[in-house]
């Protein structure tokens, strides 16, 4: 079974999409595939498809929904019946790949491929790499990682409290990649082929301060020491208009290193190093927890 839940919606068996149309359906799936292999409680997929207002049908409208999966599962599954008779295997059913167990369901099948996984499994060996300064082989890691996003984390697929919950969890998991890959680059000298990328990322990460602080590095390093200026008073003016904050010390810091070398042409630290690393004047613990903390109030 192959999942794709970063960006549009596809579970395919056998090669075959099993992913229904209807919108309810649709979301009792895409909560099923995001916890391929565990039992998924009835409560939270009522809670997914009704939050706190669920008829009184609920339950009975849930088997409905599950029991029309399982039409698609079959006809998937009648593509390659696979083995039975006299090797003493049977045959899977519909009931073997979405399966009913006390309290729950669970979405099962051989070989299960996920791309949440592949990009955990590929993100995790990218900070390591980070971390023990392999800066190439962290890029292209965590390149590699970004690649398997096409969109948003269910992008076609109506979400409820417990899908909206995972796709924040999941877009925050996608920034932090983003972040290090950028740093990785950053520090390979990579400056000048990430100007086009982070002109695109601050526009729309209007209070993210790593990622501004890696604009101003990399314009800095290009040569661009106003450009880079301008980036700091572009994210002060947001900042104060719109949250009634100062950009963090470690930012303004930032700043003051770039005018000064300006002055005197004195190198400029990395926006974040990574870990074991030496710290400049730029670093300073938590950027990405004050990050979050500034997406969520705007």
């Given at each position: 079974?192959?999942?794709?839940?970063?960006?549009?919606?596809?579970?395919?068996?056998?090669?075959?999409?099993?992913?229904?149309?209807?919108?309810?359906?649709?979301?009792?799936?895409?909560?099923?595939?995001?916890?391929?292999?565990?039992?998924?409680?009835?409560?939270?997929?009522?809670?997914?498809?009704?939050?706190?207002?669920?008829?009184?049908?609920?339950?009975?409208?849930?088997?409905?929904?599950?029991?029309?999966?399982?039409?698609?599962?079959?006809?998937?599954?009648?593509?390659?019946?696979?083995?039975?008779?006299?090797?003493?295997?049977?045959?899977?059913?519909?009931?073997?790949?979405?399966?009913?167990?006390?309290?729950?369901?669970?979405?099962?099948?051989?070989?299960?491929?996920?791309?949440?996984?592949?990009?955990?499994?590929?993100?995790?060996?990218?900070?390591?790499?980070?971390?023990?300064?392999?800066?190439?082989?962290?890029?292209?890691?965590?390149?590699?990682?970004?690649?398997?996003?096409?969109?948003?984390?269910?992008?076609?697929?109506q979400q409820g409290p417990q899908l909206s919950m995972e796709a924040k969890?999941?877009?925050?998991?996608?920034?932090?990649?983003?972040?290090?890959?950028?740093?990785?680059?950053?520090?390979?000298?990579?400056?000048?082929?990430?100007?086009?990328?982070?002109?695109?990322?601050?526009?729309?990460?209007?209070?993210?301060?790593?990622?501004?602080?890696?604009?101003?590095?990399?314009?800095?390093?290009?040569?661009?020491?106003?450009?880079?200026?301008?980036?700091?008073?572009?994210?002060?003016?947001?900042?104060?208009?719109?949250?009634?904050?100062?950009?963090?010390?470690?930012?303004?810091?930032?700043?003051?290193?770039?005018?000064?070398?300006?002055?005197?042409?004195?190198?400029?630290?990395?926006?974040?190093?990574?870990?074991?690393?030496?710290?400049?004047?730029?670093?300073?613990?938590?950027?990405?927890?004050?990050?979050?903390?500034?997406?969520?109030?705007?």
């Amino acid at each position: 079974m192959d999942i794709d839940v970063l960006g549009a919606l596809d579970v395919r068996e056998n090669g075959m999409s099993v992913a229904p149309t209807a919108p309810k359906p649709r979301q009792v799936l895409a909560l099923l595939a995001l916890h391929a292999g565990r039992v998924v409680p009835v409560a939270a997929l009522v809670d997914e498809l009704w939050s706190d207002r669920p008829p009184r049908s609920a339950r009975t409208t849930l088997q409905t929904y599950v029991l029309q999966l399982r039409e698609l599962i079959g006809t998937a599954l009648a593509r390659d019946p696979g083995p039975a008779g006299g090797d003493g295997q049977r045959r899977r059913t519909a009931k073997d790949v979405l399966m009913t167990l006390p309290g729950g369901y669970l979405l099962s099948g051989d070989d299960v491929s996920s791309d949440i996984r592949a990009f955990e499994r590929m993100a995790g060996t990218g900070y390591r790499a980070m971390d023990a300064g392999d800066f190439a082989g962290a890029s292209r890691l965590l390149g590699a990682a970004l690649d398997l996003w096409s969109g948003t984390a269910f992008a076609d697929v109506q979400q409820g409290p417990q899908l909206s919950m995972e796709a924040k969890r999941l877009e925050e998991s996608r920034l932090c990649a983003l972040d290090q890959r950028i740093e990785a680059d950053l520090r390979l000298g990579r400056h000048r082929e990430l100007l086009a990328e982070l002109t695109v990322l601050t526009s729309r990460y209007r209070t993210h301060e790593n990622l501004h602080a890696q604009f101003m590095l990399a314009l800095h390093r290009s040569g661009r020491r106003g450009e880079a200026l301008g980036v700091y008073q572009r994210l002060r003016t947001t900042l104060v208009r719109d949250l009634g904050l100062e950009p963090s010390p470690r930012l303004h810091r930032l700043q003051h290193s770039i005018l000064v070398a300006a002055a005197d042409c004195a190198p400029v630290p990395s926006a974040q190093p990574a870990q074991h690393t030496q710290p400049g004047p730029a670093a300073e613990p938590g950027p990405l927890r004050r990050d979050r903390r500034l997406a969520q109030a705007s």
